[in-house]
């Protein structure tokens, strides 16, 4: 079992920006791939980005050109940073650990962003 902690989340106006962080507990970062996920309220959870083990991205179209995911494999971390945020953005972000060996996911706790003026 992976633990997940996020944490940067917060209150922003739109426009702005945040930057997301996901500590993981494994020595075997190496085998997960990592993603971004949100649920805004009243809606499902959906993805916003991933990252492969070799650092190959994907996000989602409504965040294209505005979010960046990063994986740092030393310090077995992953983040997103958001720019231009929108009150569209506005979501429980959760981060996940996808193991490509057993195909078992994990997920963090969740982060709350807010974008609101």
């Known amino acids: 079992q992976v633990q997940l902690v996020e944490s940067g989340g917060g209150l922003v106006q739109p426009g702005g920006s945040l930057r997301l962080s996901c500590a993981t507990s494994t020595n075997s970062f190496r085998f997960y791939a990592m993603g971004w996920y949100r649920q805004a309220p009243g809606k499902q959870r959906e993805l916003v980005a991933t990252?492969?083990?070799?650092?190959?991205?994907n996000y989602a179209d409504s965040v294209k050109g505005r979010f960046t995911i990063n994986r740092d494999n030393a310090k077995n971390t992953v983040s997103l940073q958001m720019n231009s945020l929108k009150p569209e953005d506005t979501a429980v972000y959760y981060c996940?650990?996808?193991?490509?060996?057993?195909?078992?996911?994990?997920w963090g706790q969740g982060t709350q962003v807010t974008v609101s003026s």
């Open positions: 990252i492969t083990r070799a650092g190959i991205t």
């Open positions: 996940n650990a996808h193991n490509v060996l057993t195909t078992k996911d994990n």
